[in-house]
């Protein structure tokens, strides 16, 4: 009789936990239609209310199976669903046709983990209109993050890539993650944080962005911003990176939690931080002064 009865009551839960996650879409896609007339930002990242519920592969069902809403949709926000690696991928493969205009995905704090990435890798030419892509927190080991490059690196139209905190890179992977980041071509911005980057691991990533750069064409991507973490302590790195960027002018750059800006026309480097300040105070070939609150520094270099 009490198994009976729990029976019952689990039948109960999983229906109503079913009916949630529905009217929870549901009202996501009443919400586009009222603003957009169209579904066109669809936003089931997580959010610290008690508006947030966590989609499983159910609640994915439940997005796909509007697939004649689908057509118009530019943003899908999933971050923080905590999506397993083979929901993932079969969901991916199944989205891809259904979202033609697709401009920017987040599926950031998801286990989309290898199986994903090459699904991501494998469709992304069919997202012809992707513009960002955010990877953080994914579970991608290296294999499949250098797999990935290989494919987005090709994209036409990709500008904004987060692959921070995912797998840790050693000199071999390093030389092939510079390698292959050096093809890119239309990149704005690309965050590294927390794949263990750091100083010695930089000199074999921009080692492998050489020998690219040598096997023919330049490295074109006209990059705004890199995210590098709290591994980069020398500002020589930085520098170094810089140089192997031929059309890139300027760069703000965020490492130590802390905001630069280097500028290849003029020399300078701006901040109101005085982390990577304070190594070159101790050098002769700069010049240090303040300019509305923000020291900069002239360097003597071949940026």
């Known amino acids: 009789m009490h198994r009976i009865l729990a029976f019952f009551v689990l039948a109960l839960s999983t229906n109503q936990c079913f009916s ?4 929870y879409v549901e009202r996501e896609f ?29 609640g994915l069902n439940f997005i ?3 697939q004649d809403d689908l057509n118009s949709l530019e943003s899908l926000n999933l971050s923080g669903n905590n999506i397993p690696e083979i929901v993932a991928h079969d969901f991916i493969e199944k989205l891809v046709i259904l979202t033609p205009n697709l401009k920017k995905i987040n599926l950031s704090f998801n286990r989309i983990g290898f199986m994903g990435a ?17 990877l953080c927190h994914a579970n991608i080991n290296s294999d499949g993050l250098l797999s990935l490059f290989i494919k987005l690196s090709k994209h036409p ?26 093809a890119f071509q239309n990149l704005n911005s690309i965050s590294f944080e927390d794949l263990g980057l750091n100083d010695a691991l930089m000199d074999a990533f921009l080692l492998g962005m050489d020998h690219y750069k040598m096997s023919g064409p330049e490295c074109v991507m006209p990059l705004k911003s890199v995210h590098f973490g709290n591994n980069i302590k020398s500002l020589d790195s930085i520098l170094k990176f810089m140089s192997k960027l031929d059309h890139a002018y300027q760069l703000n750059f965020y490492c130590q939690k802390k905001k630069y800006t280097i500028n290849k026309e003029n020399h300078t480097i701006k ?6 300040l304070k190594i070159y105070e101790q050098k002769s070939d700069k010049n240090i002064k303040m300019v509305k609150g923000k020291q900069i520094i002239k360097l003597k270099s071949n940026l």
């Open 20 to 23: 949630n996650l529905e009217d």
């Open 30 to 58: 009443e919400r586009n239609r009222e603003q957009y007339g169209c579904i066109k930002d669809l936003d089931f990242g997580f959010k610290s209310t008690n508006d947030f519920m966590k989609l499983s592969e159910i």
């Open 64 to 66: 796909v199976e509007k």
């Open 118 to 134: 090459s699904i991501i890798g494998n469709v992304c030419h069919q997202w012809e209109h992707l513009e960002a892509l955010y």
């Open 157 to 182: 139209n990709l500008k904004h890539l987060d692959i921070a905190s995912n797998a840790f890179f050693n000199e071999e992977s390093a030389y092939k993650l510079g390698h292959r980041f050096a």
């Open 271 to 276: 901040s109101k931080e005085k982390y990577f």
